[in-house]
Structures are given as C-alpha cells and as structure tokens.
C-alpha cells in the first residue's frame, strides 16, 4: 500500500503533460509559441452564449445546484436533438449531462469497468482517453489502427485480435483525433456486429460530429442501442472548451449507474454553463456553420503546406516526422520546433506506436498565426 508522499502505482503510470512536454520552456521565450498542441479554437462562443449574456434576473438559481443529470430544459432539448439528427431513439432517463465530454466518459468508464478490466482504443486516440481508463484501474488495450486498416474486414481483424476474457468494451472515435479520420458507415456497422458477437460495450467519442469536411458522420447507437454509449460536446461544436459541459446517451440502466460517479465526483456540469449551453443549442446553428467553413479552410491549407492528404473532418493532423529525428529523438524535434514559436503535442501521447509522430490543432490560433507556424514546421519538415 502506497505511504505518502507516494500515488498508487495506476496514478504513478498514468500520463502527465500530454500535450506539450517542453510547454515549461514558455518562460523562456520573447513571445508564445503558437499552441497547435491544444485542442481549441480561437473564436469566442456566438453573441448571446457568452457568459456576459447571461442574467439572474432572466435565470434565476443561475449559481445554484442544478440537478446532477442536468437542468430539465437542456435534458429535453438534447433528447430532441439525439433523436433528429442523430437517430438515436432516447428518452430523458437515457440521458446525463456531464463536466465536458471528458467527465462523461470517466463516469461511463468507472461505470463499465472493474479494475484489471480491459477497453479497447482505437489508436491513434484522443490523448486522454488512456489516463481515463487507467484512472479506474482498468486496462486500456491499443489498438493500431487508423494507419494500418483499410477496409471493414481489416477493421474487425484489428479489434478481434485484441479481445480477450478480460476485454469489456471498445472506444471508438470518429471523426478521429488526432487523423482526423472518418470511419465509414460499413466499417462501424462491422464493428457493431463484432462487439454484439463479444458481448462488448461500444464507447462512442463523437464530440466533432459537426465538423465532418468529406465523408458523412454516422452515429454509432442506432446500429446497436443496447449497448452504446455515445458522447457529445458543447466544447467542441460551439467552441466552450472553459465552460465544461458535454453529454453521454445510452441505455437508461447504464446512465442510472453512471450518474452515480458523476454525484460522487463533480456532482454537476456548473449551471451556468449548461444554461450557455441551451442557448447554443437554440441558437448556435449559424455559429456552427461559419466554425465549420473556417476551419475547413484552415485544416486544407495546413494540409497542403505540409503535403498531407486535407483532413476529412474534426481539427488535427497526425504527422510522421521519424525521418527528421536526430539523436535526441522527439524530445529534441519538439523543443526545436518549440524554440521557433510552434508547441506541438507529442505522437507518444496519442498511443505507444506512434513515439515519432506529432498532432497539429489548426484551429486553436487565429488563422493568420496558425498559417505561419505551420509554414515555420514545413521548413523544419523540408
């Protein structure tokens, strides 16, 4: 048994800076490096669900406690948009509104899983679903996959590969961070089929749902509800990253129980920001929309600066720098490119085969800043 000053040994092992490893330096430099190793956007939430728009006076209880799955209005309005743009046949008792996505996925995870337990991840992943599992005592299983699989049979040998007596669930991220991949709808229904065939559950990370550039985002619930669990963010499609509201949907037994570590950790999504988070719902369309050309724009240009294939949806490029690595291996890439005003998040972040890899966020500065830092990383890439 751990004594202090030291972590259980899960804790120990866990991750630390996952997306910048030099980011101390920052104390360093004349001026900040471009953070292309955060997963943001520069643009501020639309006019009206900002935090100055709100009032006590048009929302009273605004700083109180709100209900730990979340205030009734917002409840309602996402089941009503699950049903109609997402084809997921849910009701309110299916539903739990949590801090971010991040915190929806710990209560489902803490929900699912016991410890010594194993959750398959698709790899490259999102860099803290791994922190995630192992925060639970559980055991993330990585899963190479979106540079190695090529077809719906490939997808389904990857994963089966992998299940053993132990495995209980797989996570599934589309579209993808960091490739910015979107997996097609024949390659998730065969995933659907093999977890009901292995008697898995489907952990479903569809935060960039609404930033699919080529290609069609295809939820994963309708194709087998009885055991999916999908999360949504406000984060992500209506750029509130600081407001910490996001969402899971699924089987109204498995929300009962995850509602239960939500209670007992962050108890709820702050109130003020899940009634941000209705207004954007109401009226956020058109901020969407705009988000979505803007960032399209970013992601085609940074791809064909870097010569890169255009991403196909969310906010990342996921490059292969091995061939520019000296001695000092990524640590030194890193630190250089930092030195020259670029902060990029480490490949090794994002699952252990992929040590000399980097992921760029194009959309986490102005445009005209992120065009010149990925133009300062191309002549480091030359």
Same mark, same amino acid.
């Given at each position: 048994?751990p004594?202090?000053?030291?972590?259980?040994?899960?804790?120990?092992?866990?991750?630390?800076?996952?997306?910048?490893?030099?980011?101390?330096?920052?104390?360093?430099?004349?001026?900040?490096?471009?953070?292309?190793?955060?997963?943001?956007?520069?643009?501020?939430?639309?006019?009206?669900?900002?935090?100055?728009?709100?009032?006590?006076?048009?929302?009273?209880?605004m700083?109180?406690?709100?209900?730990?799955?979340g205030?009734?209005?917002?409840?309602?309005?996402?089941?009503?948009?699950?049903?109609?743009r997402?084809?997921?046949?849910?009701?309110?008792?299916?539903?739990?509104?949590?801090?971010? /996505?991040?915190?929806?996925?710990?209560? &489902?995870? @803490?929900?699912? %899983? *016991?410890?010594? #337990?194993?959750i398959? +991840?698709?790899?490259?992943?999102?860099?803290?679903i791994r922190?995630?599992?192992?925060?639970?005592?559980?055991?993330?299983?990585?899963?190479?996959?979106?540079?190695?699989?090529?077809?719906?049979?490939?997808?389904?040998?990857?994963?089966?590969?992998?299940?053993?007596?132990?495995?209980?669930?797989?996570?599934?991220?589309?579209?993808?961070?960091?490739?910015?991949?979107?997996?097609?709808?024949?390659?998730?229904?065969?995933?659907?089929?093999?977890?009901?065939?292995?008697?898995?559950?489907?952990?479903?990370?569809?935060?960039?749902?609404?930033?699919?550039?080529?290609?069609?985002?295809?939820?994963?619930?309708?194709?087998?509800?009885?055991?999916?669990?999908?999360?949504?963010s406000?984060?992500?499609?209506?750029?509130? /990253?600081?407001?910490?509201?996001?969402? &899971?949907? @699924?089987?109204? %037994? *498995?929300?009962? #129980?995850?509602?239960? +570590?939500?209670?007992?950790?962050?108890?709820?999504?702050?109130?003020?920001?899940?009634?941000?988070?209705?207004?954007?719902?109401?009226?956020?369309?058109?901020?969407?929309?705009?988000?979505?050309?803007?960032?399209?724009?970013?992601?085609?240009?940074?791809?064909?600066?870097?010569?890169?294939p255009?991403?196909?949806?969310?906010?990342?490029?996921?490059?292969?720098?091995?061939?520019?690595?000296?001695?000092?291996?990524?640590?030194?890439?890193?630190?250089?490119?930092?030195?020259?005003?670029?902060?990029?998040?480490?490949?090794?972040?994002?699952?252990?085969?992929?040590?000399?890899?980097?992921?760029?966020?194009?959309?986490?500065?102005?445009?005209?800043?992120?065009?010149?830092?990925?133009?300062t990383?191309?002549?480091?890439?030359?």
């Amino acid at each position: 048994m751990p004594r202090p000053p030291h972590s259980a040994p899960a804790v120990a092992n866990m991750p630390g800076r996952v997306f910048s490893p030099v980011g101390q330096h920052q104390t360093r430099m004349e001026a900040p490096a471009v953070p292309l190793n955060v997963g943001d956007t520069w643009m501020e939430p639309f006019e009206g669900g900002r935090m100055q728009d709100l009032h006590v006076a048009d929302h009273p209880g605004m700083h109180r406690y709100s209900e730990t799955r979340g205030i009734p209005a917002l409840i309602d309005a996402l089941v009503e948009k699950l049903r109609t743009r997402n084809g997921i046949d849910c009701d309110r008792d299916g539903l739990l509104v949590g801090a971010g /996505a991040t915190g929806a996925l710990a209560c &489902v995870i @803490g929900m699912l %899983a *016991a410890p010594g #337990e194993e959750i398959l +991840i698709l790899a490259p992943f999102w860099p803290l679903i791994r922190g995630i599992v192992q925060s639970f005592r559980a055991v993330p299983v990585e899963v190479p996959f979106f540079d190695r699989v090529d077809s719906a049979n490939s997808a389904v040998e990857a994963v089966r590969k992998r299940i053993t007596e132990k495995t209980v669930a797989l996570y599934v991220s589309s579209p993808s961070n960091p490739t910015g991949r979107v997996i097609p709808r024949a390659w998730l229904e065969a995933l659907a089929a093999l977890a009901r065939s292995e008697d898995l559950w489907l952990l479903s990370d569809e935060v960039y749902e609404d930033y699919v550039y080529r290609g069609e985002h295809v939820s994963v619930a309708p194709l087998a509800p009885e055991r999916t669990l999908s999360v949504y963010s406000f984060s992500k499609a209506y750029g509130m /990253a600081g407001n910490r509201v996001g969402y &899971v949907v @699924g089987p109204p %037994a *498995a929300i009962a #129980e995850a509602e239960k +570590i939500s209670t007992h950790t962050f108890y709820h999504s702050p109130t003020a920001s899940q009634l941000a988070a209705l207004e954007a719902l109401r009226h956020g369309r058109s901020w969407v929309d705009r988000a979505k050309q803007l960032y399209r724009e970013a992601g085609e240009d940074a791809a064909a600066v870097l010569g890169l294939p255009p991403p196909e949806g969310a906010t990342f490029l996921f490059i292969d720098v091995r061939s520019k690595l000296d001695d000092r291996g990524l640590p030194g890439f890193l630190s250089d490119c930092f030195d020259a005003g670029v902060a990029l998040a480490p490949g090794s972040s994002c699952g252990a085969d992929y040590e000399g890899w980097v992921r760029v966020c194009y959309t986490s500065a102005p445009p005209d800043q992120v065009k010149h830092a990925v133009r300062t990383l191309a002549r480091f890439l030359a």
